[in-house]
C-alpha cells in the first residue's frame, strides 16, 4: 500500500492516495445544538438468554462482562428486559411472576430475567433497566386493562423485593401490537404511582408499523402526552435492516414534537459477520442523523439459544453451548463499543457535526457528541470509503490530544496512535470499510479473558432425575418454547419432578397454537431414543424428537390420563407445514393417576414407542426425509403434568 505524507492544519497526515478520498470538513462547537444521548442497549427476550444462564459461574461472569463492564466490552447503557407470560414471545417462552391473579398478592421471581438485570446493574450500576411485555398469562383481561397495570406493578415488586432493582423505565406497550393512550394516562400511570413507582418513565409504542403516528393520537389526546417521557418504534431502517431505507424514518412532527425519540428495537442479523456488524454500526449513526433518534436497543442482547430454534445466532456475542463452556465475542460487540465507551448518556450530539459522508448513501457517516461538564468529545465515524476529514474544534471543546481507536475485518476496536492539534485543528485520512472513534476522553479498553474452552456437542448420552434442583427451578438445558415447565416436590414425596405450571393458554405475541413443551439437546440429532416417566394430572403429555421450530413440533408420542394415546409428525407439502396423524388408540388395563415410563426410538423411517416397557405402536413415516433431525422435547396440555427421569440415548 502506497502511503503518501502531507502537511495539513500544521500537522503531518498519511493518505492512502490522494485521489483515493473524499474529504469533508467538519466544524466542532461547543455552542452547537443537539439532543441529549440516551446511550445504546439491548435487549433479553423470548429466551435469547437461556441457555448462556446455565454457563459454569466463571465463564457466565465473563461473557456479562462482555455485555456490561464499562469500558471493557460493549458496555451496554440500557437493558431492556421481558416481562414474561408464559407463551412463546418469538424463540421460547419465559415463565412470568404471576401465574394467576391471587400470586399477585405475592408475585413470584421465577426464571432469569430478574438475575439477569441484577448482574448488569452489579457491573454498571448505572445501566438503565427496562421491560416490556411480548405475551400476557390468561387472567389478565386485555393488555390494556387494570388487570395488566397490577402485573407490571407486581413485576416491579419483584425487581425491587428479591433483587433490589429499582427499574427506571417502563414499556407501556404491547410488543408490535402498539399501546393505548387513554390506558397509559387513566390507568396505567396512577396505578404505577398509586404503588411507589412515581419515578418509573414510560415509554410508547414499541410498534413495529404505523410508524410515528402515535403523534398524531398525542395532538387529539394532550394528557397521554404528558405522561410519555419517550417514543420508541422498531426498525427505523427496516426490518433487517435495510441501510438506505427512509420510509420508517422518524416524520417531521416526531422530531418537531422535541419528545425523545428511540430506536426500541433494532438488528435481527447476527454480530458475527463484519458485513453485519458494521450495518449496525451504521445504523447507530444513521439512526440519529436522519430521525435525531437518541436512544438505540439491539435485539437481541446475545445469541443464547439451541441452534434449530428461531433466530439462533443473533446478537453482540455467541453464548449457546453451555456443556461445553465454549463462547464468542462477536464483532458487533466492538462496534458498540466505539460509541458506549466514548459517550455516556447525558452528553450532547452537535448537530452541525453530524452527517452523512456522501449525501448520496448512509453507507458513510459521522456523528460527535461532547461532555456539557468537561468539553470532552467523541466523534464516531462510518467509514465505507476512504475520507479524509478536516477538523476544527471551537468554543469551551478539550483541545487536547485526540485518540483514534479503528475497526475493519481483520481487526477491532485497536487504538491508534494519537493525533495532535495545531491551530486547534487536525487532518486525518480513514480507510474505507472501517469504523473510527476519535475523542478527547481516555480509559477505554478492549477487553479481554481467557480464551474459553472449545466448542462441543451436547453430551450424549444425557439423563437428569432433577434432584439436583430445589423447588421452583428451571433444569439446566430446558428451553421452554410454550407454556412453563420447573422443577417440584413429587406427590409420592419420592424427590424432585418437573412439571408444566401454567394452567390456561394465555394471550401469545404471535400466532403460535398448540400444546405447552420443552426442548432440549441437538439440532442434528437423527436416530435416538428419548425416555421419561411421565404423571398425567388431566388432560395430555408425551415426548418427542426431531424437534421444528414452531408450533408443529416433531415426531411425538402422547399420552392421555385415560390411557389413550397418539403418535404425529410434522408434514410438509407445498411449502406449508401441518400435523400428520400417524396412529392413536388406548391402553389395555392402564392405570390412571400414576407414574408411566414413555419412550420413543427413532430410526430412519421408523417410530417404535413403548410404555412401561410394553411396546404400544410401531410406524412408519415415508415423509422421513423432510424431518429426519432436530432436538428432543418433552410436550403437556396446559395441566400440572409432571416429567421425571428424562433420558436420550443413540
Known sequence: MIHKYVRLF????????????????????????GRVFEGIGAISQGGTSRNM??????????????????KFGANLQHFKVEIGGGENGTCGSEPTHALTREELANPVPRGFEFWLMAEARKRNPKVMLDCLPWS??????????????????AFLDVAQKHYGLKMDWVAAAWNEHGTDLNWIAKTLR??????????VKLQAPDEDNKSWLIFDEMEKNPSANKVLQAVGYHYPSGWGPQLELEAKHASDKAIASGMPLWSSEEFTYSGKTWEKSMLLAQCYNKNYIRSRITKTEVWCMLSGIYP????????????????????????????????????????????????????????????????????????????????????????????????????????????????????SAFTVSLEGNSVYTLSTTTGQKKGAHPAPPPSADFPLPYKDDFESYAAGMIP?????????????????????????????????????????????????????????????????????????????????????????????????????ESVKPLGNGKIDGFTPGKWHHLAVSLKGEDMLVTVDGKEVTRVKYEGYAKRKNGLAYLLSSYDPNCFDNLSVTP
Open 136 to 153: 400476557y398469562p390468561y387472567w389478565v383481561s386485555s393488555p390494556f386493562s387494570q388487570d395488566s397495570a397490577d402485573w407490571y406493578v
Open 190 to 199: 396512577p396505578t404505577l404511582d398509586a404503588h411507589g413507582y412515581a419515578d
Open 10 to 33: 500544521g500537522i503531518p497526515a498519511i493518505l492512502l492516495a490522494p485521489s483515493a478520498f473524499a474529504q469533508t470538513k467538519i466544524m466542532l462547537d461547543d455552542a452547537d445544538s
Open 476 to 576: 439446566k438445558y430446558l428451553c421452554d418454547q410454550k407454556g412453563s415447565f420447573e422443577t417440584t416436590n413429587r406427590s409420592d414425596e419420592k424427590g424432585i419432578c418437573l412439571k408444566q405450571i401454567v394452567p390456561k393458554e394465555g394471550i401469545p405475541w404471535g400466532g403460535r397454537a398448540g400444546f405447552p413443551n420443552t426442548v432440549f439437546g441437538d439440532k442434528l440429532w437423527t436416530d435416538y431414543t428419548i425416555q421419561a416417566d411421565v404423571l398425567i394430572a388431566a388432560g395430555k403429555a408425551g415426548i418427542g424428537g426431531r424437534y421444528t421450530y414452531g408450533q408443529f413440533l416433531g415426531w411425538d408420542f402422547a399420552l392421555t390420563a385415560d390411557g389413550s394415546w397418539s403418535v404425529q409428525v410434522p408434514f410438509v407439502a407445498d411449502g406449508h
Open 53 to 70: 444462564v446455565d454457563y459454569p459461574a466463571k465463564l457466565k461472569s465473563e461473557i456479562l462482562d462482555y455485555m456490561f463492564k464499562p
Open 308 to 423: 434449530g430454534i428461531g433466530y439462533s445466532g443473533v446478537g453482540l456475542m455467541e453464548a449457546q453451548t453451555p456443556w461445553s463452556g465454549f463462547y464468542e465475542v462477536w464483532p458487533a460487540t466492538w462496534l458498540t463499543a466505539h460509541t458506549t465507551q466514548f459517550a455516556d448518556p447525558g452528553w450532547h450530539y452537535m448537530d452541525k457535526a453530524c452527517a452523512k459522508i456522501d449525501p448520496a448513501t448512509w453507507g458513510g457517516s459521522y456523528v460527535t457528541l461532547r461532555d456539557p461538564k468537561t468539553g470532552d468529545w467523541s466523534m464516531i465515524v462510518c467509514a465505507d470509503k476512504p475520507v479524509t476529514l478536516d477538523v476544527k474544534v471551537a468554543g469551551k471543546l478539550a483541545k487536547g490530544d485526540v485518540h483514534v481507536w479503528k475497526s475493519n475485518e481483520k481487526i477491532q476496536f485497536v487504538e491508534e496512535k494519537p493525533l495532535h492539534l495545531a491551530n
